[in-house]
């Protein structure tokens, strides 16, 4: 695990850290967080959220994700991991 203790981090050296990890991150206006796994509950939540984004956002211009996506939020300053 990515130790942040009161370092704050680029955008780059975030995306370089997490390049070589094992382990999920995400980064929130220059620290870097470690996410948990998912569990069998989590998966069926996000599963059957996934079916009801998709339904409601049919023919709309927009883009659902399961996992491994990596989203950066500019507004927020926040690099997080779908999981």
Not at 60 to 71: A, H, I, N
């Amino acid at each position: 695990m990515m130790q942040t203790a009161e370092r704050i981090y680029t955008t780059e050296e975030y995306l370089e850290l997490e390049l070589n990890s094992a382990e999920r991150h995400e980064f929130v206006d220059g620290d870097i967080r470690l996410m948990t796994g998912g569990t069998p509950d989590h998966n069926v939540i996000a599963g059957n959220l996934l079916l009801v984004l998709k339904l409601a956002l049919r023919g709309k211009s927009y883009s659902t994700f399961v996992t491994d996506q990596r989203l950066w939020i500019p507004a927020c300053n926040l690099y997080t991991s779908l999981m």
